[in-house]
């Protein structure tokens, strides 16, 4: 005669596979989650290693123009200008920077979503969105996940150099970091604090902020701590008629405590969001002066 499981039993199992259950699913979580860094890692790197071959070509990092620079440039963000030396000659020799980046047959192109410029961690990532000068729900564009280092100016509150959001005149070296959004870029020369202890590009998560995207800009500056506000700004997300330039400027991921950052000699690494101020500031000056480390 065979004997049945009784409740207990039963419940005893169900309550072990439970367990079970409960200590697999973080694992496979946590290598999910590292294998998507590694790839965010690795796309870093790429951008890291194509702005310097841009840089061995033209003697200078790309440059960016948001607001253009009279008689000189249209507006066009620095991403697309790497192209070439991301291996997608295809794409770059589609699009015309005798006009505006969102302008003629350019559009069409760059509202596409790019994945290696995208974060594989970030839910966010593949959404189209309004940016900055581009009203919805018509005008929209791709996003893009890693930054250009700005500098170690403050935002509308934060420590940090002024003028705010390294907004300084067109094509001029003020800004404090190694890309601006007004037409200056650093020669590797112009980085006195050395180039393994200064940013070159840092994650962000375009989607929270209307000044990152793939087309016309995408900087960041150190005003704020790394994944400063990440929650409100999800539930909250800056359009144009609200666009929270303060909270939204910033470095930041869907990583877990952190983000990664390139900096000026293609080395990658996670910075934890713990890092002290001064020296995050620190990193994003190119010539400030400070000692500064991330190890």
């Known amino acids: 005669m065979r004997r049945a499981f009784t409740i207990i039993e039963l419940l005893v199992v169900v309550v072990i596979l439970g367990l079970l259950v409960g200590l697999v699913l973080p694992a496979v979580g946590a290598a999910r989650e590292a ?11 790429q951008i890291a290693l194509a702005i310097q071959n841009f840089h061995d070509a033209r003697k200078r990092l790309p440059t960016s123009e948001h607001y253009g620079v ?14 070439p030396q991301l291996d997608d000659l295809p794409l770059f020799s589609r699009l015309d920077f005798t006009i505006d980046s969102w302008n003629g047959d350019n559009y069409a192109l760059l509202r596409e979503p790019y994945p290696a410029a995208l974060c594989p961690s ?11 000068n581009f009203a919805g729900p018509d005008w929209i564009l791709s996003q893009a ?3 250009a280092n700005i500098g170690d100016h403050t935002n509308l509150s934060g420590p940090g ?4 959001f390294g907004n300084v005149p067109p094509d001029s070296s003020l800004i404090r970091g190694v890309i601006s959004r007004t037409g200056w870029s650093a020669r590797f020369q112009d980085v006195s604090d050395g180039l393994s202890k200064t940013f070159l590009v840092g994650e962000c998560v375009g989607a929270l902020c209307i000044t990152q995207n793939f087309a016309s800009q995408c900087f960041a500056t150190t005003a704020h701590p790394i994944n400063y506000l990440n929650g409100s700004l999800a539930a909250d997300m800056p359009t144009i008629d609200n666009p929270r330039w303060d909270e939204s400027v910033g470095f930041r991921s869907y990583h877990p405590a952190g983000a990664l950052f390139a900096t000026c000699d293609a ?10 101020g001064v020296i995050y ?4 000056s190119r010539a400030g002066g400070e000692i500064a480390s991330n190890r």
């Open 35 to 45: 294998g998507r860094r590694t790839a965010c890692s690795n796309n870093l790197r």
């Open 70 to 83: 009279p008689g000189q440039a249209e507006r066009w963000g620095w991403i697309p200008k790497i192209l």
């Open 122 to 132: 970030n839910p966010l990532a593949r959404l189209s969105l309004e940016e900055e």
């Open 145 to 147: 996940d890693y930054a």
């Open 161 to 164: 150099a002024m003028p705010p």
């Open 267 to 276: 080395a990658v690494q996670f910075i934890d969001d713990n890092i002290d």
């Open 281 to 284: 500031r620190g990193l994003a």
